[in-house]
């Protein structure tokens, strides 16, 4: 660990159009990953991707550097050549500073670092191969297993221009359970996913017969899913399932307002203070706590020392604000509440979600089933992609038929398309249960980024295709 403190003196001062703002960051990513596959230990690794980086802001442009070597000679350099290059491009271009946002000082210090014991992999190892022999003495009809677990606990440390202090440790853990069987139209598979916010030692330092229980539902599901039928096409009143809603919520909608894509021509760039989707919708994207406890993905303060605040994105179906980082926030007139994120220590920081979320309402999901004469409720989300113009397409690992009002027979792999503005706009009821996805989800954009899910229920209206 470098103490930024006493590297303060090495910004650059300066007043006016000739301001230099700069930050320098320590960041250290500790990551474990363990996976076992049909009894084979695939993967076993321990990693620490550590370093130095800053950036600097003046003119209208940004300069950065980074070092692997985290000491205070590379902070030192780091800060030089970020300097250097913001004012070698701003000393060479016409463009107007339209400057950054100045939010005030902040002086910061959290951790949700573990306070248990810390494994070893054999531990973990030893774990999983018991519950592979589980899995294939009492199922051995299988086609495949993979039993994967996961941790992230990214440190960082950041120093700012402007005086701010933040010391920030948060750890993210994952157990991950994927069965494939075989079927008359091929193989299927189902997996399910359990953890969150904190390290292995929190959730999974169990004895293997309690984990029993969730193996026996997993393999029930994939079974069930392997005599399953495949949907009908066409468009269908749907109810999604939580994790679902919030993960299409993300592609379709969270991305199409961070301001650097909002600026790149998103569906939403010239819809602000205008209804864009039902009245029963209020997204936020929440900063670090929510109805008292820590969200997923707890951010306190950005990666540009901007203090986090949860951000109303749309409230009552009215589109309310971008998610923004310092520069946008000037740009669009709009206060910054801290989206400007970076995944290691060699990226800068972009405009990234944090833990976004439809709020609930007060329709029980059986009402929601009941209402339907005939189609569909979709659960666990596969892949999902979406573009600018709000465009986007899902795959949908698990769901049911909906007939006369009821749950019917379970279906194969199918698929969910449809228009962002569209898709909000249809959403006729709101479950009245709020739930945080446990997935893991990581979102790609340039760089990864642990981000939080969450979502009651939905129904309304998408495109299905099968399989």
């Not at 550590?50 to 442009?61: E, H, I, L, N």
């Not at 399932?241 to 909002?262: K, N, Q, R, S, W």
Request: hydrophobic letters at 35%.
């Amino acid at each position: 660990m470098i103490d930024l403190r006493s590297l303060k003196s090495e910004f650059v001062p300066g007043s006016g159009p000739n301001r230099v703002y700069s930050e320098i960051r320590y960041q250290d990513n500790r990551e474990t990953r363990i996976d076992l596959t049909n009894g084979s230990l695939e993967t076993n690794f321990q990693e620490s991707v550590r370093g130095v980086s800053a950036r600097s802001f003046t003119g209208g442009y940004w300069g950065f550097s980074a070092y692997s070597n985290p000491s205070k000679d590379a902070v030192i350099a780091a800060l030089r050549e970020a300097t250097r290059n913001a004012k070698f491009l701003a000393g060479r271009s016409e463009k107007s500073d339209v400057g950054i946002a100045y939010p005030g000082v902040i002086q910061f210090e959290k951790s949700y670092a573990s306070t248990k014991t810390a494994m070893s992999p054999a531990i973990w190892i030893e774990l999983l191969k018991a519950l592979d022999n589980y899995i294939v003495k009492k199922y051995p009809d299988l086609r495949g297993r993979r039993l994967s677990l996961w941790s992230l606990e990214m440190q960082k440390q950041l120093a700012t221009s402007d005086g701010s202090e933040v010391h920030t440790t948060v750890p993210r853990a994952f157990f991950q359970i994927s069965m494939t069987k075989e079927s008359k139209a091929g193989p299927v598979a189902f997996s399910d996913t359990r953890g969150g916010l904190g390290d292995l030692q929190d959730f999974f330092l169990d004895t293997p017969q309690n984990f029993e229980p969730w193996i026996d539902e997993i393999y029930d599901m994939v079974s069930r899913k392997a005599d399953g039928v495949k949907p009908a096409s066409g468009v269908f009143d749907v109810v999604l399932a939580p994790d679902l809603a919030a993960l299409l919520m993300h592609e379709a909608v969270g991305h199409g307002v961070e301001a650097d894509l909002v600026q790149a021509g998103s569906v939403l760039w010239d819809r602000l203070n205008q209804m864009v989707a039902s009245p029963l919708v209020t997204y936020v994207d929440i900063a670090h706590t929510y109805d008292g406890t820590p969200a997923p993905r707890p951010v306190h303060v950005d990666d540009e020392g901007v203090e986090a605040t949860d951000t109303v994105i749309i409230q009552k179906g009215v589109l309310k604000s971008f998610l923004n980082n310092r520069e946008t926030s000037v740009h669009y007139e709009q206060k910054p509440t801290g989206h400007a994120r970076a995944f290691q220590y060699s990226d800068e920081p972009l405009i990234r979600m944090r833990n976004t979320a439809i709020l609930p309402g007060t329709t029980r999901i059986e009402q929601m089933i009941a209402s339907i004469e005939d189609g569909y409720y979709f659960m666990k989300p596969g892949r999902a992609q979406a573009d600018t113009t709000g465009e986007f397409l899902m795959q949908v690992g698990t769901g049911f038929e909906i007939k006369g009002g009821k749950i019917g027979r379970v279906l194969r792999d199918s698929a969910i398309t449809g228009f962002a503005l569209e898709f909000m706009s249809s959403i006729s009821m709101v479950g009245d249960e709020f739930q945080w996805d446990t997935s893991g989800y990581s979102c790609l954009k340039k760089q990864l980024m642990p981000v939080g899910l969450g979502s009651p229920a939905l129904k309304c209206k998408v495109r299905v295709s099968g399989g």
